[in-house]
């Protein structure tokens, strides 16, 4: 059972306009959230965070919405640019007792794709 | 440039052979990770080593074998791998936040 949901698999959007990419989950512990950027035959690369105590991150072009009632989040790129094109995953986490560090759970991706 | 090196970047191995993933960190992180990523599926999580010390394993077949000799270098020793378990691998560290920083992978094909 999938904890992390990317819906669409890809997303087409013209150069300049606003890409947003969208993702689900169902787990009600997770309270923090990423996007990470993926080039073929690359790993992934961070791009921009969100905890659950927020609704809102800003970064550049790169805006992140949380909407913990919905358990839904969203990526804002604008204006998309054709450096944008990739493969975008959400992820989530849930705190770590006693600190460290625990794993994230991924979605599959969403494959963005901006035309000229 | 991630701090996060692994090596080697393309592995092809047969059923029968016994080879090793090399993953080395150069940030200070203490916690450290392997991914397995499929064609069309998730990421998904493997191992998760805090202070050297492992604290997750989800399910993974004892053919995956990994091993964290200090905070920097994790290794993934693989023997009798099945074609199913091609795949990219890929490491990951962090410090005590749940941003992780990852690793170019490795692309594995067993045949």
């Known amino acids: 059972d999938q904890q992390v949901k990317q819906n669409s698999p890809s997303l087409s959007v013209q150069e300049g306009r606003i890409s947003i990419l969208n993702c689900d989950y169902t787990?009600?512990?997770?309270?923090?959230f990423l996007w990470y950027k993926k080039y073929p035959a690359e790993g992934p690369t961070f791009l921009i965070s969100?905890?659950?105590?927020?609704d809102k991150n800003e970064d550049g072009r790169f805006t992140v919405f949380l909407n913990k009632s919905a358990k839904h989040l969203s990526l804002h790129i604008v204006p998309s640019q054709p450096g944008d094109s990739a493969v975008y995953f959400c992820?989530?986490?849930?705190?770590?007792?006693?600190?460290?560090?625990?794993?994230?759970?991924f979605g599959k991706g969403t494959h963005l794709i901006i035309q000229p | 440039e991630t701090g996060v090196t692994q090596t080697p970047r393309h592995l092809v191995m047969g059923m029968t052979n016994k080879k090793s993933l090399k993953c080395e960190q150069h940030?200070?992180?203490?916690?450290m990770y392997w991914y397995k990523q499929s064609a069309k599926k998730p990421l998904e999580l493997m191992f998760v080593?805090?202070?050297?010390?492992?604290?997750e394993n989800n399910s993974v077949p004892s053919r995956f074998s990994p091993e964290c000799p200090n905070s920097s270098h994790l290794f993934l020793h693989l023997h009798t791998l099945q074609p199913e378990d091609s795949a990219l691998y890929l490491c990951?560290?962090?410090?005590?936040?749940?941003?992780?920083?990852f690793g170019q992978g490795t692309r594995l094909t067993v045949v």
């Open positions: 990951a560290s962090s410090q005590q936040t749940t941003r992780a920083f």
């Open positions: 787990n009600s512990m997770f309270d923090y």
């Open positions: 969100i905890s659950s105590i927020k």
């Open positions: 992820a989530a986490t849930t705190p770590r007792a006693g600190g460290g560090a625990d794993g994230l759970t």
């Open positions: 940030l200070g992180h203490n916690a």
């Open positions: 080593y805090n202070f050297k010390e492992q604290t």
